[in-house]
Each structure stands twice: as structure tokens, then as C-alpha cells.
């Protein structure tokens, strides 16, 4: 994924840095971020309650946590829709 983002890194007007990380092993000191934002993540943690507590810990007093994730369903079609995402999200970090 950081390969296909290369190219809007390069162009953008602005300092960004892309890394590779495990929200469980996020190597940031505490209070270090105003905002933090995920994308269909949380589907692939193991531990997503550890996760989220470990994205709190790097946000500053007051910081921004904004989530846009997907669950499962009991419904058809959303049940096979939302296991097919968990399952490519996991495969190939879709």
C-alpha cells in the first residue's frame, strides 16, 4: 500500500511521512498526535480493544479519534459483503 501512495506523497504540498505499523507496537510517545484517523482497519486487529487503546495513548489530551469502520451483520447480502471485506483486508490490506 505504501507503493501505491508514493506518488500522492510525492505530490502533496506538505511534510507527511508513510510508515508501516502495528497499532498494538506504535512507536510514538504518548500525547505525540491532535487527531488520528482510521480507514476499514480494525476488521484485521486481533486485538482491536488493545488497539484502540493504544491509538488513545499516542493521542494528546483532547485529541480527535475519528473511526470509519465496518461491522458485521446478521442480513443478507451485508453478512457475505462485510466477511468478504474482513477477508480481503486480511489477505491483501485492501
Do not use: W
Amino acid at each position: 500500500m505504501l507503493e501505491v501512495a508514493r506518488p500522492r506523497v510525492a505530490a502533496y504540498d506538505g511534510e507527511i511521512d508513510v510508515q508501516v505499523a502495528d497499532v498494538h507496537e506504535l512507536d510514538f510517545v504518548d500525547d505525540s498526535f491532535d487527531q488520528v484517523f482510521t480507514s476499514c482497519t480494525f476488521c484485521s486487529v486481533p486485538r482491536p480493544v488493545e488497539g484502540v487503546v493504544s491509538l488513545r495513548r499516542v493521542l494528546k489530551p483532547g485529541g480527535e479519534l475519528y473511526m470509519f469502520e465496518h461491522t458485521g451483520s446478521r442480513y443478507y447480502p451485508f453478512k457475505f459483503m462485510m466477511n468478504l471485506m474482513t477477508f480481503l483486508t486480511r489477505r491483501v490490506g485492501l
